[in-house]
């Protein structure tokens, strides 16, 4: 059953060298408290699998872990969004493995289903193929991408109850539910704790069988004063 902690005893279930998944997509549906929580500690040689680099605003996101320089391998559909990534990658201090987007999330779900991999025609013919595996079914080529899994994920709900079990509101779902599936310790950052049954049986996203710890997250008015104030800064500057 999931256990309600801070995000100051959340946080010491990364250790140096685990791999991790951070949901959420250029920070909406992304557990801000948390990430913050992981940059203070100063985890390093992180391997963090999550959708794109994301540093908007200049302030906030996992572009706090790459600033800190805490990540040593990205796995992901690009960097373009986070200028440390960037620069990181350039000078030889960052690996990453680019994925196609679709092909991503579902190397995710292929590891919390316990498949072997995917295999599809996406990457055919660009330097996506380099170094991957490639397969004949039916007489046509494919390219075999082994699933993703984590030490541990971080994921973002709207509500938890007190089992665990999640509701997601709108598009900050997004990679949440099916990181959720693919990790060994499953942390769910949510706005609000509720009663078991305050959630509608047919609202639930994650089932609470799949989370391990519920830390309560910035509630949405603190959430849009941090991007307020970012936004005030970057007129600024």
Known sequence: MAVIQSADQ?????????????????????????????????????????VVGAYPGG???????????????????HIGTDPAFVEQYNNGELEVEFNPMGTWIERIRAGGAGLGGVVTPVGL??????????????????????????????????????????????????????????ADIVIAEVDEIVEVGEIPYSQVGTPGIFVNIIVQGFAPDERKDIFDNLWIKSKRL
């Open 59 to 77: 302030g906030f996101d996992i572009g706090k872990l790459s600033a800190n320089k805490q990540i040593k391998k990205f796995i992901g559909a």
């Open 125 to 182: 013919g660009t330097e996506i193929e380099e170094g991957r595996e490639k397969i004949k079914v039916n007489e046509k080529d494919y390219l075999l991408y082994p699933p993703l899994k984590a030490d541990v994920a971080i994921i973002k709900a709207y509500r938890a109850d007190k089992s665990g079990n999640l509701q997601y509101k709108g598009t900050s779902l997004n990679s949440n539910p099916v990181m959720a599936t693919a």
């Open 10 to 50: 959340a946080v010491q279930n990364i250790k140096d060298n685990s791999t991790i998944m951070i949901g959420g997509f250029l920070a909406v549906g992304a557990p801000l408290k948390m990430i913050d929580k992981l940059a203070e500690e100063g985890t390093k040689d992180l391997t963090l699998i999550g």
